[in-house]
């Protein structure tokens, strides 16, 4: 698309996915293929399908997998956790083998002679209005016959496929980041994204912990037993302290607030107590 503002032409990725009976489509353009953007489209391709499949077969792209492998190819964390929260196990497509994704590969033929063919010559302001393009053209895709049968991937989907897809969860997956942190002297680790500090229990001190934060919650892991968990904040250089999770001297400071020593003060003289 162009940005009006600035005359430049930014280049977009194109999602292509498909379900495996009814071959029903769904397409989305993204900003890019990284691993938010693209558990975001996949997110999209299960709401549009109504359901999810009991398993995904993704290209060998880095979101998706991070080392391919013929027997034991290595899952994209995030993507492995956004499979489980649907209750979808991933099967990944072997590195330069096509038949094994023979459906969304002639999906994606019949993106270009259908969808991208109409549209070569429009040209647009947004990636809002790609979409918009996009999807009002992919309903006539998936409403008109298949050649020389007289059936549609959309009604093919309610006749024979409906039942096969699991209902989606009401929550919808909350994208997961995850960083790798050494606890410090006071009992704290640093998310370094948001500059901000949250307290574990003091026994994990200069223990290597995973942080895995997602828009409002932040948890800490360590040998995969959660140790703490907090309320995302997003305020630098700020600490969220559990005074459980601090050793007795530490403790101690923390109670370290102005009014306790307004207070104290106060106990000695009215004048300290200005000062």
């Known amino acids: ?3 009006r503002t600035t005359g430049e ?6 999602l292509v996915t498909c379900l495996g009976y009814s071959q029903l489509i769904y397409v989305e353009c993204l900003r890019d293929q990284k691993g938010e953007r693209f558990v975001a489209g996949c997110e999209n391709a299960l ?11 993704p290209d060998n792209l ?14 994209n964390e ?25 459906l969304v590969e002639k999906a994606v033929s019949i993106v270009y002679n259908q969808i991208y063919a109409v549209l070569r010559n429009r040209v647009f302001y947004s990636l809002e209005e790609i979409n918009q393009a996009l999807w009002d053209l992919l309903d006539q895709v998936n409403t008109k016959n298949f050649q020389g049968q007289p059936v549609r991937r959309r009604a093919l989907v309610e006749l024979e496929e409906r039942h096969l897809l699991s209902p989606l969860s009401h929550e919808s997956f909350e994208i997961r980041e995850s960083v790798r942190v050494t606890v410090m002297k006071n009992s704290h680790v640093l998310l ?14 200069r223990k290597k912990v995973k942080i895995m934060y997602t828009e409002s919650s932040v948890e800490v892991y360590y040998k995969y037993n959660r140790i703490a968990l907090h309320k995302r904040s997003t305020k630098p ?3 969220t302290t559990l005074k459980e999770h601090l050793a007795s001297t530490h403790k101690f400071v923390t109670e370290w607030t102005p009014q306790r020593f307004i207070n104290w003060a106060a106990s000695i003289d009215e004048c300290v107590r200005e000062f």
């Open 1 to 3: 698309y162009v940005d």
């Open 62 to 75: 880095k979101s998706a997998v991070t080392e391919a492998s013929k027997y034991e190819p290595a899952i």
């Open 78 to 102: 995030m993507y492995r956790e956004f499979a489980n929260h649907y209750g979808m196990v991933v099967y990944p497509a072997r590195s330069r083998k096509p038949q094994d994704k023979s």
């Open 192 to 205: 370094g994204k948001d500059k901000h500090y949250y307290s574990v229990p003091f026994a994990y001190i």
């Open 47 to 57: 709401q549009y399908f109504g359901g999810s499949p009991k398993a995904l077969v």
């Open 237 to 239: 250089y700020n600490y």
């Open 9 to 14: 032409v930014i280049p977009v990725e194109v």
